[in-house]
């Protein structure tokens, strides 16, 4: 028997007092995500700023055969790649390090095994811990992911572009800038966080914590 993904979602998401649970609204798949953990959530938002990714889906359920006997894992995430040429398909799970830790002879044989199932689909397997990205790069993701799921005016956007120059400038310093008025300030500052969303302004995800001190700059000076 050829191993192979059989279908996925596998189950409905219970509340639990152990994890947090929910669902995360995603704009690549168009729908919600059903998550078991902050983790897999945060694996989530990762994969809607992945330009690479054209989708993933949860609980993806593969099944293969172990010396002789058929075998199936329920996995954390299944990733489709939009250029299949660059990067296969994916599957990866989301654990912490102290599960890693608690239970690693389990998981060894169970990674080993998927490990050996997605080489026989011509796909990847990855690993996606507490530390594989900065709790600070999360943060601005989560920041930044509210203004791709809501609609914010354009009326600004021209100032504001031609209101930065070469130089990097304070968000708040580039608000202030063009207007006084608290209600327009409030309106300009997420425009600027609207256009951050659409790569038309940069700033460093992995410095630190996005506030309107944060430096921004035009997306051509980007690196």
Not at 152 to 178: G, K, M, R
Request: aromatic share 12%; charged share 30%; net charge neutral.
């Amino acid at each position: 028997m050829k191993s192979k993904i059989i279908s996925f979602p596998q189950r409905k998401i219970k509340k639990s007092y152990r994890s947090v649970t929910g669902h995360f609204p995603s704009i690549k798949n168009h729908r919600n995500v059903a998550y078991e953990s902050t983790l897999e959530r945060k694996l989530f938002l990762t994969l809607e700023f992945d330009n690479e990714v054209d989708s993933y889906l949860e609980q993806p359920r593969i099944t293969t055969k172990i010396n002789g006997r058929s075998k199936t894992y329920n996995l954390d995430c299944y990733v489709k790649y939009i250029d299949s040429s660059k990067k296969n398909d994916a599957i990866i799970e989301a654990k912490y390090l102290s599960e890693l830790q608690k239970k690693k002879k389990e998981l060894e044989i169970k990674f080993n095994n998927v490990q050996k199932a997605v080489d026989e689909m011509n796909m990847d397997f990855f690993l996606f811990t507490d530390e594989t990205q900065s709790d600070t790069y999360i943060y601005n993701l989560d920041f930044l992911y509210r203004y791709r799921q809501q609609s914010v005016s354009d009326q600004y956007d021209n100032d504001i572009l031609q209101a930065i120059t070469t130089n990097p400038i304070a968000a708040y310093e580039l608000a202030n800038s063009l207007s006084n008025k608290k209600l327009e300030y409030f309106q300009i500052s997420n425009a600027i966080w609207a256009l951050v969303m659409q790569g038309k302004i940069c700033f460093d995800l992995y410095k630190e914590e996005i506030t309107m001190n944060t430096l921004i700059w035009r997306n051509h000076e980007c690196h």
